[in-house]
């Protein structure tokens, strides 16, 4: 009898869609069409409804014109019958099926829905943008507001395209954190602390978290336990500046860039080479930082705003490679005045070419905290002496043009040809003459051309008062 009702239930039902195909879909394999095309050829979309479940049908059917409000309602009074239902009974295979169906229509209008939003919105300076089919290769992603783990093919999540900070979707409005590309883009330039730890204390914080503001305390959980343990109370008596995370550890962590205290939310333990350090003992060694100074120290790694020359100009005695460095990008700053020039050199692509970084033939006194750091392992002095290389040989022995525009000392008259970085030669800062430098101190460290410059100013202005005086004689006749 069972068999023979639910048959004809069946036939009922298509015999009904047949007849009225405009109206809303009724059945989980009907509504299936709002959800994936996919989902008609599952067997189980066709299973037929329980006669039980007649009543309630139409109010946990699907519809295009539902939004986010209805669906979360009716998922939960979906989740409601599953639980008050029988197990393994066919009322609630066919409301967990229809459970599923509701959570992945949720699902699709929030994508749908939000990934336009959020393409155009601003919060707090971060450009989010969805990455809905980004498939992480180098590593786990965690969202930078509540440290947890982001499951990047199932989770809808946004990423910050210019500090490259990671959220959740839900985590989007409780967002705190400054993007560190608006704070490195302020007016005047950004430019590093130039201390070494500023630390100030937690007094000073408020015993809160430099950035989220939640209260922190250096007394660990045992001790808390241990306390109310021997007063007969839970750790509820003693109020939220006792609380203690999930992860066990409530102790607040030092940055050592900005010297503030962050709770384990805010501060991952990332490391970072400090520049104040740097510039002060040439310190390379990476220090824990909190996860805003990392970004932060990320984004300025490569920017050169470090003049070494007004920091600490100790550090280029200290450190001999740091002074051949700066002879070598004066020297760099001379070749480009050849290069510049010279249509062959330009086909070549140097200097911009010539694989050394830009800022480095643009001007000889800026570094990068990159450049340091590279500088200490030697990269870039390898990378500076292969331009250098290749600079010089066009200059000197492949382009005749370059090499015409050499310079012959006219206090010795010898034929050889010299350039102004030349190890043997001196260049007139007024006239921009190159002489042999023996030949110069012989001078006195005079310049003939200066000489001959100003010989020639002296003998025009003395015509020019002849000519002055015949004009005024040929007035008064």
Known sequence: MEKYSTDSTSQFESRNRSNNADTDASTPSSSSDYITGDADDSSDSKVPIPCTLKS?????????AMNQDDLQEMINKCKQMVLESA????????LVRRLIELRLRAQELRETSNEKFVETCVILGHHFSPQKYYIATTGSVYCDHCSGGIWTMLQSWYMCNDCGFNCHLKCMSSICRVCVHVIASEVGGYTYTKDICPERGLSAQGYRCAECNIRITFISKYIYKLQATSKGLSLSCFGSPFKYTESGSIEPKLCDYSGLY?????????SAVIPARVIRNWDIEPRKVSRAAFQLLTLMQNKPVLILENLNQKLFTLVPDLSLIKRLREELQMMKQYLVVCPDASNQGLPWKSGLRTHMLESSINYSVKDLIDLHSGVLMDEIQVAYDSMKNHITETCQLCRGRGHRCEIC??????????????????CKAVYHRLCRSKRNHSCPKCLRIQKRKDNNQVDTEIIKEEDEDNCDK
């Open 262 to 270: 962050y709770c384990h939310r805010c501060h991952w333990n990332s």
């Open 87 to 94: 197990e393994c009974s066919e009322e609630r295979k066919w």
């Open 413 to 430: 008259g010898n034929i050889e040809i010299i350039y102004p970085w030349d190890t043997t030669a001196t260049t007139c800062q007024i």
């Open 56 to 64: 309630v049908e139409n109010h946990l059917s699907l519809s295009k």
